[in-house]
Nanobody, 126 residues
Framework: QVQLVESGGGSAQAGDSLRLSCAAS????????MGWFRRAPGKEREYVAV????????YYANSVKGRFTISRDNAKNTVYLQMNSLKVEDTAVYSC???????????????????WGKGTLVTVSS
């Protein structure tokens, strides 16, 4: 019923920028917190960035702070991740997710998050 579809991934050189989009369908997620997560090769999934339902609060993993920016357009039911100054270690499958609670997205229990997208691959080379 609810579907999240990521786009914008691809290949980039270190130092480049990419902008990821996540479009939701099936219902409005304007009252839900949204987040971006990534899974690098051989690694566990990790939190990247989270934004509150109204965009008033944002949260970033230390590894991306100052380089990535999360934003949302509730009229379009879409969340974005602007990635600047990409590093090789940013290579991962990036997935968006949504849950009514910011705290759920920031926590370790990814399995309790309401909605997940399938992900888009970002490959950064030196």
């Amino acid at each position: 019923q609810v579907q999240l579809v990521e786009s914008g991934g691809g290949s980039a050189q270190a130092g480049d920028s990419l902008r990821l989009s996540c479009a939701a369908s099936g219902r409005s997620l304007s009252t839900y917190a949204m987040g971006w997560f990534r899974r690098a090769p051989g690694k566990e999934r990790e939190y990247v960035a989270v934004i509150s339902w109204d965009g008033g609060s944002t949260y970033y993993a230390n590894s991306v702070k100052g380089r990535f920016t999360i934003s949302r357009d509730n009229a379009k039911n879409t969340v974005y991740l602007q990635m600047n100054s990409l590093k090789v270690e940013d290579t991962a499958v990036y997935s968006c997710a949504s849950d009514p609670r910011v705290a759920t997205l920031l926590g370790q229990g990814f399995d309790v998050i309401d909605y997940w997208g399938k992900g888009t691959l970002v490959t950064v080379s030196s």
